[in-house]
Structures are given as C-alpha cells and as structure tokens.
C-alpha cells in the first residue's frame, strides 16, 4: 500500500500520484478536473477539508483508495 499523509495539499498528492484525481473524481470531486482548480484550490486543501466540504463519506473515500493500493496515515507516521 502507498501511504498517504492524510494532512498533504491534494496537489501535492496528485502530483505524485496522478490517478489520485480519476479516483477523486469517481467520488464526487468532478471540479477536480476543471481546468486551474488542482493548481488553485488543490494547493490550499486536503482530501478531508474537501470531502467535508462536498458532503462525501470519509469511509467511503478510505475504501476505495484502498482498492485502488493507498492508505491514508497520520502526519505522526510519514
């Protein structure tokens, strides 16, 4: 499993695992791939800072980037 800062800016994560933003996109971040809002937006927020935001199943979210060979961890554990 990659291990996922769970506290890491989404561009940052995309930009080292660029199928994080497909995956992203199946759960209900499609304005992920609008044009500039991974350099914008992406830069300020998390994955939990968006999935709050958009009202999406933090449980839901672990689960399929599990399927998908990720796993989200602490800042404490990275």
Not at 11 to 24: F, G, K, N, R, S
Not at 39 to 44: E, I
Request: charged share 25%.
């Amino acid at each position: 499993m990659i291990q996922l800062n769970i506290d890491a800016k989404l561009y940052d994560l995309a930009t080292a695992y660029p199928e994080i933003v497909e995956l992203m996109d199946e759960l209900g971040f499609h304005e992920i791939k609008m044009p500039g809002m991974l350099q914008t937006a992406g830069r300020m927020a998390t994955i939990p800072m968006g999935a709050k935001m958009k009202h999406i199943d933090w449980e839901e979210i672990v689960r399929v980037f599990a399927e998908n060979g990720f796993e989200f961890v602490s800042s404490d554990t990275v």
